[in-house]
């Protein structure tokens, strides 16, 4: 296992050497299932803030494309990328959370091409919902953000 801090180019960068550096046999598929919600973060119109937005777009959709980016130079045709994104990118709440989510579903869109022609296939899911922690915190925001 390998544990990386996403948000930062420099450790996605560390991540993928010291996977070359390992005995793991060759790189053929990458899950950027990495991501934050931002509990703690102001995500209303009136509220929302430079800083929670950076934070929120170096973890969820900067953190993704380094991982691509790495990942491509290293993978042979046959491979595979999935993100993981959400339903909330449609839904438009938590507001930065969502942003994050549906910036993700079009740099999906504008990696197709880039590794198709490596020979890669792209996804990106959208998991239903699933009774956690996260989501019953997130059903609070929606249901204090609808007021």
Not at 47 to 61: C, R
Not at 63 to 91: D, H, Q, W
Not at 109 to 131: D, F, Q
């Amino acid at each position: 296992a390998f544990q990386a801090d996403v948000s930062t180019e420099q450790a996605v960068v560390d991540l993928f050497n010291a996977i070359d550096a390992s005995p793991l046999p060759a790189l053929t598929g990458l899950v950027n299932n990495a991501g934050i919600i931002g509990f703690d973060m102001p995500q209303t119109l009136e509220t929302a803030t430079t800083d929670a937005f950076e934070a929120m777009m170096k973890t969820n959709l900067l953190g993704p494309l380094m991982c691509c980016r790495e990942a491509a130079k290293r993978m042979a045709p046959g491979s595979a990328v999935v993100n993981l994104s959400s339903g909330s990118a449609y839904l438009g709440r938590p507001l930065l959370y969502s942003m994050s989510k549906g910036a993700l579903n079009s740099m999906q869109h504008g990696l197709i091409e880039p590794l198709a022609s490596k020979g890669i296939r792209i996804n990106t899911v959208s998991p239903g919902v699933t009774e956690t922690d996260m989501v019953s915190i997130c059903v609070e925001i929606n249901r204090m953000s609808t007021r």
